[in-house]
């Protein structure tokens, strides 16, 4: 585990310590008290703590590196894990830039080894019914998605959030990314044609009391505080992408899509619907979702999932659910909304 902070210690330790065949052996973070208490909870005896991140990757016993760190660091440390010959999971977004994510990739291609990026939200019960609905052409074409990530106050005030030099954005390259990789995942499209964007620092300026996560100091936020884009696809489809840690609005929705098709429409707006026309009516049906772990619906299940999921593609030599392929046309639609927003102008993929 490089990078024991918040993710690592909310999120991978947790669901890893659930898989039989996981061992968690090594440990790093620039904070060695963060990767004590890691150890301590979630390591086997003998699990070691590396006060470099180069030793950890010499370690014969690690075959598996999570990466867990501010967006800058996400490329280099995974390049570099792969070329000492491990598997790599690295944190969403994929990299602070289009450039080092293609960079990633193209390491990942020659050395043979995994890679995949943590985008949890697609192991989500009504993700996973709402892509296999899609896949087995129940909506029909999907020709408009609309990837929403929308918070009313709820501005990440720790860490490295606010930094643009260490992130590359703000809540588009932070909740922004899991909403559009559901919504191109949902529709099956990698093959962006035409960007338009902007983006915003209106409620940045203003500091707000109200915040989620306590008030945050305006000279220290340097990204932006919305954006907001339209998609044009290769296909003629069009994604609507919009994303705020903070907006006057009361429609609010982190990570779920709405898809419109020729057979039918879903979305994930109060739960799961379907609408459609059928016998010369318009319909519309909420689906109500069991828990796959037969009770219960506990926060945890996506997380789990994901973990699951990633072991059993490194066992069984299978390519994991998140491909880097997909993460990098994630990072570059991302990119290109803030290129459009800075410019003015649509940014073209053709």
């Excluded at 996400?74 to 792969?82: E, G, K, P, V």
């Excluded at 899991?178 to 902007?198: F, K, S």
């Excluded at 940045?204 to 915040?211: D, K, L, R, T, V």
């Amino acid at each position: 585990m490089i990078g024991c902070g918040g993710i690592a210690m909310g999120k991978h330790l947790p669901a890893l310590a659930k898989i039989p065949e996981a061992k968690i052996v090594a440990f790093f973070d620039v904070a060695p008290e963060r990767a004590v208490d890691a150890k301590n909870q979630y390591g086997t005896p003998d699990a070691k703590i590396y006060d470099n991140i180069q030793d950890l990757l010499n370690d014969p016993n690690v075959h598996v590196v999570h990466v867990c760190t501010p967006n800058d660091t996400h490329a280099q440390i995974s390049i570099d894990a792969m070329e000492a010959g491990k598997h790599v999971l690295c944190e969403k977004p994929m990299a602070k830039t289009a450039a080092d994510a293609q960079r990633m990739l193209e390491v990942s291609e020659r050395t043979g080894r995994k890679l995949s990026i943590a985008y949890q939200n697609r192991f989500r019960r009504e993700s996973l019914w709402l892509h296999e609905a899609a896949r087995n052409n129940e909506l029909g074409e999907i020709y408009l998605a609309k990837a929403h990530a929308i918070r009313r106050r709820a501005v990440p005030t720790w860490g490295v959030f606010l930094d643009v030099e260490k992130q590359g954005g703000g809540p588009l390259i932070d909740i922004g990314t899991h909403a559009l990789d559901l919504a191109l995942w949902m529709m099956d499209n990698y093959e962006p044609r035409n960007v338009l964007g902007t983006s915003y620092r209106k409620l940045a300026e203003q500091g707000s009391p109200a915040n989620e996560w306590g008030n945050w100091d305006p000279s220290k936020f340097t990204v932006e505080d919305s954006a907001f884009a339209m998609i044009t696809m290769k296909n003629g489809a069009t994604v609507w992408l919009e994303s705020s840690w903070a907006l006057n609005t009361l429609d609010v929705d982190e990570a779920k899509v709405t898809l419109c098709g020729t057979k039918a429409g879903a979305d994930m707006k109060g739960g799961l619907r379907v609408n459609g026309e059928e016998h010369g009516r318009l319909y519309t049906k909420e689906i109500q979702l069991g828990s796959v772990w037969g009770g219960g619906a506990p926060s945890s299940e996506p997380a789990e999932k994901e973990a699951r999921a990633w072991i059993d593609a490194i066992l069984n030599n299978q390519a994991p659910v998140v491909t880097a392929k997909q993460a990098l046309v994630v990072q570059q639609i991302l990119e290109a909304v803030y290129e459009s927003a800075n410019k003015g102008q649509a940014i073209s993929f053709v």
